[in-house]
């Protein structure tokens, strides 16, 4: 049973930083492309970045020089750093098994990234 917990959101002021954390378990997370996708209240799940099991990363145009994607498999864990954030940011960030939505993956809990002043 695949299991993937996300941390590290919070509360933070426009142009601050926040670091998400996605540990994978249950997989063997190299086998895996893992993304990063968002949620804000009336809106459709959207994704935010992805990076496949070779390393290559991509990112919405939304996010692009702001945000950066990196893996340590030898940890389980993917991280998402989130720079000079902006109120359109504040959504639940999910981390998925892919990088595109489909019917059969995996995805975490969510863990809620506020900006406000």
């Not at 933070?12 to 540990?23: A, E, I, M, N, T």
């Not at 799940?45 to 919405?60: D, F, L, P, Q």
């Amino acid at each position: 049973q695949g299991q993937l917990v996300e941390s590290g959101g919070g509360l933070v002021q426009p142009g601050g930083s926040l670091r998400l954390s996605c540990v994978v378990s249950g997989l063997t997370l190299d086998y895996y492309a893992i993304g990063w996708f968002r949620q804000a209240p009336g809106k459709e799940r959207e994704g935010v970045s992805c990076i496949s099991n070779s390393g290559g990363t991509y990112y919405a145009d939304s996010v692009k020089g702001r945000f950066t994607i990196s893996r340590d498999n030898a940890k389980n864990t993917v991280y998402l750093q989130m720079n000079s954030l902006k109120f359109e940011d504040t959504a639940v960030y999910y981390c998925a098994t892919g990088c595109i939505i489909i019917g059969k993956m995996y995805w975490g809990q969510g863990t809620q990234v506020t900006v406000s002043s």
